[in-house]
């Protein structure tokens, strides 16, 4: 009997697998609005729409607890889910913790674990309304659902992008990902010598960014006193291309986004040269920013302009002209999806 050779899942990767298990799903319900292929789900609650995602982070994988204090994992953990639920331009309310450990950690660790989970929901004004605590073999998996609400004429998919649109991001990017090199540094540094103490004078944003992300809850907020709804968003976990492409694919159109507009700070510059590496791959590959990435009509440049903390980095083309950078010296390349992918680099 021949029988089919299992496929290594590094062979479809996280995007093909997600496809792969999810491409025949159909609704059985009306009140399901959107389901899989944002960064929420949305679901009818009377007036409003109710807007639902889930994370799950593993210890060795997403976090390594050597140089990640737990109180910042904690924060971190429930940041990264809000920032999924403000990328729908919907308003975070509950979340639901799930945690599985395995008897290396004590109590006072996980006490300190959820002083961060709670210090976020303190932050962000949230209720931890449940969860799920379980036995590992292997050490800490944290598991966290956010829900929110927006008003229905309000919510912002990933396909509502228009050609002509600006593109705008919040923030800067590729800080996280150095913030990330850097402490893996250090850490191998240690390892070979304990008498060292990691150098990290001047570097204090790029750890910030690594250990204690925010999610732009501000940005939301802005844009709507100011008036303006985006045609499209979505949060930037896995860096600007992957994120940019998304939009594109979604939304059936293409892209051209400015080298030279892309925000990238100051100590992201001087880390990134102190590692040879060029800072536009950490903007572009770096992941783990938790900016907004948006696209609002051409007409709202005046008001987006007067934004803060907001840049127009491009406009949406047809999508034959495909997702195209313009570089600094004049050339076009095609942005290509190189983020972390979670099958084969084992971090996302
Ligand atoms: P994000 O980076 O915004 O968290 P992901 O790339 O993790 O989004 O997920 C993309 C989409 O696939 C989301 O709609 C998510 O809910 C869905 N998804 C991811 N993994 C699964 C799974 N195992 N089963 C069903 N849906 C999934
Ligand atoms: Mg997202």
């Known amino acids: 009997m021949h029988t089919k050779k299992p496929t290594p899942l590094s062979e479809i990767g996280e995007f093909g697998l997600i496809e792969r298990i999810t491409s025949n799903i159909t609704s059985k319900h009306a009140s399901t609005i959107k389901g899989v292929g944002d960064d929420a789900a949305v679901i009818e609650s009377g007036n409003e729409y109710m807007v639902i995602t889930t994370d799950l982070l593993t210890e060795g994988i ?16 429930v940041v990264v889910n809000l920032s999924d639920v403000y990328a729908m331009n919907a308003v975070p309310k509950q979340i639901t913790v799930s945690i599985a450990v395995s008897n290396k950690f004590s109590v006072e660790a996980i006490e300190e674990l959820y002083s961060g989970i709670y ?20 050490g800490l998996t944290i598991c966290i659902t956010a829900i929110g609400t927006v008003k229905k004429e309000d919510i912002v998919y990933r396909n509502g992008a228009k050609i002509n ?11 996280a990902y150095l913030g990330l090199q850097l402490l ?5 540094l240690f390892e070979k010598d304990h008498s060292l103490t990691p150098d990290f ?6 750890l910030e960014r690594q250990l204690k992300p925010e999610a732009r809850a501000d940005i939301v907020a802005f844009l ?11 949060d930037i976990s896995d860096g600007l291309s992957s994120e940019i492409l998304h939009i594109c694919k979604n939304s059936g159109v293409g892209c051209r986004i400015y080298h030279n507009k892309i925000p990238i700070d100051p100590q992201t510059l001087m880390m990134a040269s102190e590692f040879n590496i060029e800072p536009l791959i950490c903007a572009l590959h770096g ?8 696209t609002v009509p051409l007409t709202d440049y ?35 999806a190189q983020g972390w992918d979670g099958m084969s680099d084992h971090r996302r």
């Open 62 to 77: 997403h976090f390594n607890l050597v140089y990640t204090p737990l109180k910042h994992l904690g924060y971190k953990a």
């Open 119 to 138: 210090l976020a929901c303190e932050k962000y004004n949230i209720d931890l309304v449940g969860g799920d605590t379980n036995s590992s073999m292997t």
């Open 165 to 175: 649109d600006l593109i705008c991001v919040s923030g800067d990017l590729g800080a």
């Open 184 to 188: 893996e540094r250090e850490k191998v």
């Open 201 to 206: 004078a001047g570097k204090d944003y790029l």
């Open 224 to 234: 709507k006193e100011k008036g303006i709804k985006p045609n499209s968003m979505i």
């Open 287 to 294: 992941g783990e920013d938790y900016e907004l990435l948006f």
């Open 302 to 336: 005046d008001k987006i302009s007067s934004v803060k903390d907001v840049h127009v980095i491009g406009k949406i083309t047809v999508a034959d002209e495909k997702a195209m950078m313009l570089t600094g010296e004049g050339n076009l390349i095609e942005l290509i």
